[in-house]
């Protein structure tokens, strides 16, 4: 069970993880600190950033062409491209990046990435060896499969050119959301085994997401649980943003859909956010969270679909932040849920805040990038995956402990219907079917099965000296002497307050009737720690063949009762008898 130091520490770790990589993602290179003379691509290096070796202007009308850009026919100054620098283009306003590349090394090609997906726009212009302008596109604008090179992440191809300095223009277009992607140059080998490795990843964490939500549609049906239903939306939505986000869907599953491309990332992680919430809810249940959080969850899901429609019906900057103004709003109601949640103390919902914690911390990070408080780097583009790769198995695994809770529970429920509560003993209802069955099954295959009726004769006594707790205390003994002697296929039941019954099926034979009914004498005879000092249980027992010889009560199991009980009076007026035989 996860205790409160190890929250503490969890807690910390995943601080000092966020510390480590938000410096990571704000480091520049210190070997690009100007951009004197062109960029230098040999056999050195095999991926150079151009943050500090390229020049950047804002285009806030978006009226310039590239032949203005590179005349310099524009009184816009260029400025040195950094690390971690964020742009707002509202509108159509556009950025231009310049760079100039001295290619040394031919044997391989080199290509320009833009290490981020959901760009609106993006064109990469340069002059052929003939003076003719080239340009390449990609961007969330065109199909994917319509770019430059089909990729997750946009990539354009250089110029083979040896030994001749080449000078390259990008123009981006991205609204709404502050632009701060990282470009870098590479030879596309290194390239390539950089994909590859990436791909490997993603694609261990998809197919871990796709069992993972098969093993929750199936835990849905056997156990009929709608928290394994909600897990498997959840699980599922998850996995399509961050698909979406990070380029895959737009490479593998909609290559042709260009406007579905650009739009998917806005509506299915609000999406995301949304089930979350119910789904946090609907694990962690009002009972624990309390009612004015649960209000607060069914008040914000309308709003927050609202606030989804609106983004896309009217997108504007105003629409975006205000609904990550209510996303925000929703992630503290969900961090409140997960504090009530583990205040509960129960080992598996513990479980269950642990599991959602790295998500929720890494979930801040979109929300801080639009508020534009952070730039685009590893954490915020990887933070969420590597979040959902370690929450999947813990929320599984606490899921999994709360359905056998309640499958246990439910089996405790079952059997209180057909047990007494006090001996865990089955009830006379229960007892008298399986008396029927057996005088059933004793006919059809010609054996003979027994049936014992004990009874606490000094029950009475016990409650008298000693009170009603001790009088208990020795029927629970009595219960448990019964079950000692029962074999696994007989049935002990307890019929009144002071008489229990033990039906043996068949087939049996006399002696082992008549030993069974002298060890339970026996054993009542012998002095119990539970008891008082002095004290013993009497019991009285009569046995009976099932079905009797003569065949009068035939397959009546009330009748038969009724015999005993006749039996058991008859032994009542004989105190120095305790074992009855009445048909053997």
Same mark, same amino acid.
């Given at each position: 069970?996860?205790?409160?130091?190890?929250?503490?520490?969890?807690?910390?770790?995943?601080?000092?993880?966020?510390?480590?990589?938000?410096?990571?993602?704000?480091?520049?290179?210190?070997?690009?600190?100007?951009?004197?003379?062109?960029?230098?691509?040999?056999?050195?290096?095999?991926?150079?950033?151009?943050?500090?070796?390229?020049?950047?202007?804002?285009?806030?009308?978006?009226?310039?062409?590239?032949? &203005?850009?590179?005349?310099?026919?524009?009184?816009?100054? !260029? /400025?040195?491209? *950094? @690390? %971690? +620098? #964020?742009?707002?283009?509202? =509108?159509?306003?556009?950025?231009?990046?310049?760079?100039?590349?001295?290619?040394?090394?031919?044997?391989?090609?080199?290509?320009?990435?833009?290490?981020?997906?959901?760009?609106?726009?993006? &064109?990469?212009?340069?002059?052929?060896?003939?003076?003719? !302008? /080239?340009?390449? *596109? @990609? %961007? +969330? #604008?065109?199909?994917?499969? =319509?770019?430059?090179?089909?990729?997750?992440?946009?990539?354009?191809?250089?110029?083979?050119?040896?030994?001749?300095?080449?000078?390259?223009?990008?123009?981006?277009?991205?609204?709404?959301?502050?632009?701060?992607?990282?470009?870098?140059?590479?030879?596309?080998?290194?390239? *390539?085994?950089?994909?590859?490795?990436?791909?490997?990843?993603?694609?261990?964490?998809?197919?871990?997401?796709?069992?993972?939500?098969?093993?929750?549609?199936?835990?849905?049906?056997?156990?009929?649980?709608?928290?394994?239903?909600?897990?498997?939306?959840?699980?599922?939505?998850?996995?399509?943003?961050?698909?979406?986000?990070?380029?895959?869907?737009?490479?593998?599953?909609?290559?042709?859909?260009?406007?579905?491309?650009?739009?998917?990332?806005?509506?299915?992680?609000?999406?995301?956010?949304?089930?979350?919430?119910?789904?946090?809810?609907?694990?962690?249940?009002?009972?624990?969270?309390?009612?004015?959080?649960?209000?607060?969850?069914?008040?914000?899901?309308?709003?927050?679909?609202?606030?989804?429609?609106?983004?896309?019906?009217?997108?504007?900057?105003?629409?975006?932040?205000?609904?990550?103004?209510?996303?925000?709003?929703?992630?503290?109601?969900?961090?409140?849920?997960?504090?009530?949640?583990?205040?509960?103390?129960?080992?598996?919902?513990?479980?269950?805040?642990?599991?959602?914690?790295?998500?929720?911390?890494?979930?801040?990070?979109?929300?801080?990038?639009?508020?534009?408080?952070?730039?685009?780097?590893?954490?915020?583009?990887?933070?969420?995956?590597?979040?959902?790769?370690?929450?999947?198995?813990?929320?599984?695994?606490?899921?999994?402990?709360?359905?056998?809770?309640?499958?246990?529970?439910?089996?405790?429920?079952?059997?209180?219907?057909?047990?007494?509560?006090?001996?865990?003993?089955?009830?006379?209802?229960?007892?008298?079917?399986?008396?029927?069955?057996?005088?059933?099954?004793?006919?059809?295959?010609?054996?003979?099965?027994?049936?014992?009726?004990?009874?606490?004769?000094?029950?009475?006594?016990?409650?008298?000296?000693?009170?009603?707790?001790?009088?208990?205390?020795?029927?629970?003994?009595?219960?448990?002497?019964?079950?000692?002697?029962?074999?696994?296929?007989?049935?002990?039941?307890?019929?009144?307050?002071?008489?229990?019954?033990?039906?043996?099926?068949?087939?049996?034979?006399?002696?082992?009737?008549?030993?069974?009914?002298?060890?339970?004498?026996?054993?009542?005879?012998?002095?119990?720690?539970?008891?008082?000092?002095?004290?013993?249980?009497?019991?009285?027992?009569?046995?009976?063949?099932?079905?009797?010889?003569?065949?009068?009560?035939?397959?009546?199991?009330?009748?038969?009762?009724?015999?005993?009980?006749?039996?058991?009076?008859?032994?009542?007026?004989?105190?120095?008898?305790?074992?009855?035989?009445?048909?053997?």
């Amino acid at each position: 069970m996860p205790s409160a130091s190890l929250w503490r520490r969890l807690s910390a770790a995943l601080g000092l993880c966020l510390a480590l990589f938000s410096s990571l993602a704000f480091a520049s290179d210190p070997a690009a600190s100007t951009n004197d003379g062109p960029i230098v691509l040999d056999q050195r290096r095999a991926t150079i950033p151009l943050a500090g070796r390229s020049l950047q202007l804002v285009d806030a009308s978006g009226s310039l062409g590239i032949e &203005e850009i590179a005349s310099g026919l524009h009184e816009r100054p !260029w /400025r040195l491209h *950094r @690390a %971690g +620098d #964020r742009v707002r283009l509202d =509108d159509h306003a556009a950025l231009w990046l310049r760079f100039d590349v001295l290619m040394r090394n031919t044997d391989v090609h080199w290509e320009l990435e833009l290490a981020r997906s959901g760009t609106d726009a993006i &064109e990469l212009y340069y002059r052929d060896s003939q003076g003719q !302008w /080239r340009v390449q *596109r @990609a %961007g +969330d #604008r065109l199909p994917v499969r =319509d770019w430059a090179n089909p990729d997750r992440y946009p990539v354009f191809s250089l110029d083979v050119r040896p030994d001749e300095t080449v000078r390259y223009w990008v123009r981006v277009e991205h609204a709404r959301v502050p632009f701060s992607g990282v470009f870098q140059l590479h030879d596309h080998n290194s390239l *390539r085994e950089q994909r590859i490795h990436q791909q490997f990843g993603l694609g261990a964490y998809f197919g871990m997401a796709m069992l993972l939500t098969l093993v929750a549609l199936v835990n849905m049906v056997v156990f009929r649980d709608a928290a394994f239903a909600a897990y498997a939306l959840y699980i599922t939505l998850l996995g399509l943003s961050l698909a979406a986000s990070l380029g895959v869907a737009g490479q593998f599953l909609w290559p042709g859909l260009a406007r579905w491309n650009q739009e998917a990332e806005f509506i299915l992680l609000p999406l995301l956010g949304l089930v979350a919430m119910m789904f946090v809810r609907q694990v962690a249940q009002p009972r624990r969270i309390g009612r004015m959080l649960d209000r607060q969850c069914l008040l914000l899901a309308p709003l927050w679909l609202a606030g989804i429609v609106w983004d896309q019906l009217l997108p504007s900057p105003l629409s975006l932040q205000a609904l990550t103004a209510l996303v925000a709003i929703c992630m503290a109601v969900v961090a409140a849920m997960l504090w009530k949640a583990w205040r509960s103390g129960d080992t598996w919902i513990r479980w269950f805040v642990v599991g959602m914690l790295p998500m929720l911390v890494t979930a801040a990070l979109p929300v801080m990038r639009n508020f534009n408080l952070i730039s685009s780097g590893f954490l915020s583009q990887y933070g969420m995956v590597i979040a959902a790769a370690m929450e999947a198995p813990i929320l599984i695994y606490a899921l999994l402990q709360r359905s056998q809770l309640q499958h246990e529970a439910q089996v405790r429920a079952l059997a209180l219907e057909r047990t007494e509560p006090l001996t865990g003993l089955t009830h006379r209802p229960h007892f008298l079917q399986r008396l029927h069955d057996s005088l059933v099954r004793a006919e059809r295959y010609g054996h003979q099965g027994a049936v014992l009726l004990v009874h606490l004769d000094n029950h009475a006594e016990i409650n008298q000296r000693h009170g009603r707790e001790i009088a208990d205390r020795a029927l629970v003994i009595a219960a448990s002497q019964l079950r000692s002697v029962a074999r696994d296929v007989d049935i002990a039941a307890r019929m009144d307050d002071d008489s229990f019954a033990l039906l043996m099926e068949g087939p049996v034979k006399n002696e082992q009737v008549l030993h069974t009914a002298t060890s339970l004498v026996a054993n009542g005879l012998r002095p119990s720690p539970r008891l008082p000092a002095g004290t013993t249980l009497r019991l009285r027992v009569v046995a009976a063949l099932l079905p009797d010889a003569k065949g009068e009560l035939a397959q009546d199991a009330g009748a038969h009762l009724e015999w005993l009980r006749q039996g058991m009076l008859t032994l009542s007026e004989d105190p120095r008898k305790a074992i009855l035989r009445l048909n053997f």
